[in-house]
């Protein structure tokens, strides 16, 4: 048990996540996103597009098993790490962390959700809606929303169709945003 825990597996298991998520993190800084389809450049829609395409990525993994459900528990705690030290980076205290960790996690969960149930039911406009709901909440009429859901879904389709193996290895590609 300690091996598995602190030894080669469990290095070998973290350089893999690690490698996954600078994939993700990659994919949700494309230019194109913030240039392009009007995604705010600021540190709240860098945090959309990362949970977006986290989202993407757990998305994926349901109803795998073993290894690969090991691997999404660790991206996640990755994620949630990441958000910790981003919040730390632009200066709240750390007695303001925990509060602000829980808003973000429940609007994290929340987009999941709402993200998760349009792709499910095939629902374009659904999906476009909850993304411009969440990532321009200001501008009632966000053209880049459509476009946005468009690119999801492409994306989703092209995760749905990754082999689990190389994902296993560390490999994913977000349809070409991570180039």
């Not at 790490?81 to 929340?110: N, Q, T």
């Not at 709901?133 to 092209?158: F, K, Y």
């Amino acid at each position: 048990m300690f091996k598995r825990l602190f030894g080669t597996e469990a290095r070998k298991n973290r350089a893999i996540a690690h490698a996954l998520y600078e994939q993700i993190v990659a994919a949700a800084r494309q230019p194109e996103y913030y240039s392009g389809i009007g995604v705010p450049d600021t540190p709240i829609g860098r945090f959309e597009m990362v949970s977006l395409h986290m989202f993407l990525f757990l998305h994926r993994m349901r109803g795998e098993t073993g290894a690969a459900t090991e691997l999404s528990q660790q991206l996640t705690d990755m994620f949630f790490e990441d958000v910790d030290h981003s919040l730390r980076e632009l200066g709240i205290g750390d007695m303001g962390v925990p509060k602000r960790m829980k808003k973000l996690a429940r609007m994290f969960y929340g987009r999941t959700s709402s993200y998760g149930a349009a792709l499910d039911d095939s629902d374009s406009g659904a999906l476009a809606a909850a993304l411009a709901r969440n990532i321009c909440p200001e501008d009632t009429d966000w053209s880049g929303a459509a476009a946005l859901a468009r690119r999801v879904e492409t994306i989703n389709e092209h995760l749905n169709k990754a082999d689990i193996d190389g994902i296993l290895k560390g490999r994913i590609d977000f349809a070409g945003a991570n180039s």
